[in-house]
């Protein structure tokens, strides 16, 4: 009787420390899937921040007529995008400078800010992003890599909302990061003046590049 006692004492024994042993190796090997006492799960999601600096950023763009192709830029007042690594969510903001625009000829500039723009009414232009399809840059590896995708989000300009959607690509290294963007604007479409006239003939559609550059930080 005393024996069988100690045996099966010995064989408890030996279960709760194996699993003791278990859970030990468990908390150690595993801390982001088992949480103590107190704490909550971790996320493994990993945000990427990209802020635009807009003295090394500029939007250029191009809309071609019966002369000759037309080409401006306008200058970028900020910009900040958030994208998601896991889920490709994004959120943010970039605003251009709408009065900034210029063509290099004055006079059609000046119809440009004032009859099709009217930039004294709407000073900025907002693109606000929603979601990016393609590869991002895991934060993991602190923001190194190449991202290449589609950025989809609001566009507002001249008072109206649209849905856009931007081929982008970002080279993100050592805390920094520069980028292009382009897209079409149909602005007649989207109710903004027509420019042509029984001479000229403007295409309803203008072509738009962004050059970017910045600071890349993770969350």
């Not at 939007?59 to 000759?68: G, N, R």
């Not at 590869?135 to 989809?152: A, C, E, Q, Y």
């Not at 042509?196 to 550059?213: G, Q, R």
């Amino acid at each position: 009787m005393v024996k069988e006692k100690m045996r099966t004492t010995g064989r408890r024994f030996l279960d709760f420390f194996c699993a003791g042993v278990v859970t030990l190796f468990g908390l150690v090997l595993l801390p982001e899937a088992v949480p103590l006492p107190g704490q909550t799960l971790r996320s493994s999601t990993a945000e990427i921040v990209l802020t635009l600096d807009p003295a090394q950023s500029n939007l250029h763009w191009k809309v071609d007529s019966t002369l000759h192709m037309v080409h401006g830029t306008f200058a970028l007042k900020s910009g900040t995008v958030r994208l998601n690594s896991e889920t490709g969510d994004a959120s943010g903001e970039i605003t251009v400078s709408a009065p900034s625009g210029e063509s290099g000829n004055s006079s059609r500039d000046k119809r440009m800010h004032k009859e099709v723009l009217e930039t004294a009414k709407y000073p900025d232009v907002i693109f606000h992003p929603h979601h990016f399809e393609g590869k991002v840059v895991d934060g993991k590896v602190k923001g190194t890599g190449i991202s290449d995708g589609k950025l989809s989000g609001v566009l507002s300009i001249h008072g109206a909302d649209h849905d856009v959607t931007a081929l982008v690509h970002a080279d993100l290294k050592g805390g920094q990061w520069t980028g292009t963007s382009t897209f079409e604007v149909p602005y007649v479409k989207w109710g903004i003046k027509d420019p042509s006239n029984f001479v000229l003939k403007v295409k309803p559609v203008v072509t738009v590049e962004l050059e970017m550059s910045g600071q890349v930080t993770t969350n």
